[in-house]
Nanobody, 124 residues
Framework: QVWLEESGGGLVQAGDSLRLSCTGP????????MGWFRQAPGREREFVAG????????DYADSVKGRFTISFDNDENTMFLRMNSLQPEDTAVYYC?????????????????WGQGTQVTVSS
């Protein structure tokens, strides 16, 4: 079992930045494939960004490329999502996800463990 905890969400204005964090108490993330997803009201959960530390791979949804950056701090055992130039359409609950399966998936079915989510609201 992998327990994940997100933090860092909040209410910001369009153009602002936020950094989300994902920690896993007692768990080493470097052996996992990790991802960020988001879900807006009335919409399906969608892939935002993912990374495989061991493979050195990252991937982003087209809608966030150039604005969001996924990263991992091995010393802190924490994954981050830096979000710049936020827009109202980025408003959603953001979830941290993880899997042992080794493949950097871009759908929710590719992940086995999920956090509770953190709300990001961007006002215009």
């Amino acid at each position: 079992q992998v327990w994940l905890e997100e933090s860092g969400g909040g209410l910001v204005q369009a153009g602002d930045s936020l950094r989300l964090s994902c920690t896993g108490p007692g768990r080493t993330f470097s052996n996992l494939v990790m991802g960020w997803f988001r879900q807006a009201p009335g919409r399906e959960r969608e892939f935002v960004a993912g990374m495989s530390w061991l493979a050195g791979e990252t991937d982003y949804a087209d809608s966030v490329k150039g604005r969001f950056t996924i990263s991992f701090d091995n010393d802190e055992n924490t994954m981050f999502l830096r979000m710049n130039s936020l827009q109202p359409e980025d408003t959603a609950v953001y979830y941290c996800a993880a899997t042992w399966r080794g493949e950097l998936a871009t759908t929710s079915k590719g992940y086995d463990y999920w956090g509770q989510g953190t709300q990001v609201t961007v006002s215009s």
